[in-house]
């Protein structure tokens, strides 16, 4: 009894999955997503420290939107925690965050689950700074730096229907934040998230 019990839940779970839903509803949205972001960077001077960069980091975003059939258009502010590396020669400390202009097209939006693709542009904060603690007069700034860049990002995901008015996202998004003295700086990010259209 238990196995047919089972066998028939997985059956209909199956059918859900692979039959549409009740269509979604278009419109304005709020979207919330949180994960975590690795930044890398490439620099042969030396004048930044990649080894403050390398690290997994908090992110929190929040998002504006407007939905459409399979389209999907936003702003977004991201946020990522600072990095902040102490050693015995000196103090770096790295930050970013970014406001984005986001496009999505959802490949089966009637359905209970969707894959998605989405690119973005937009401009990155960058906050990179470096105290020299060996001079024997105190700590020195060895360099401080804080360009706004030209940022752009490409991404897919997964989207999953719990009312036709809520989501619950997971996805990736690869993002080219520009340069910072001589380093290029780009990051990874994998985050999971909710989305409401009003």
Known sequence: ????LLS????????????????????????????????DVSDSS???NGETLDDNRL????ALGYRYDHFRGELEYVWRKHTNDETEFDVAKFKSYSFMLNAYYDFMPDH?????????????????SNIDIT????RTSAGNYKPMNFTWSVGA???????NRLNV???????DMGGIRHADVTAQEIYGGIRYVF
């Open 135 to 138: 001079s024997g007069q105190g």
């Open 157 to 163: 995901g997964l989207s999953l229907k719990v009312t």
């Open 8 to 39: 028939t839940i997985c059956i209909a779970l199956v059918g859900l999955a692979c039959n549409p839903a009740y269509a979604e509803c278009d419109g304005i949205y709020a979207a919330f997503r949180a994960g975590v972001v690795k930044h």
């Open 112 to 128: 209970w689950w969707s894959p998605y693709l989405n690119a973005g542009v937009g401009l990155t904060q960058l906050k990179y």
């Open 46 to 48: 030396g004048d930044i």
């Open 169 to 175: 996202d997971a996805g990736y998004r690869y993002y």
């Open 1 to 4: 009894m238990k196995k047919y």
């Open 59 to 62: 992110m929190i975003s929040g």
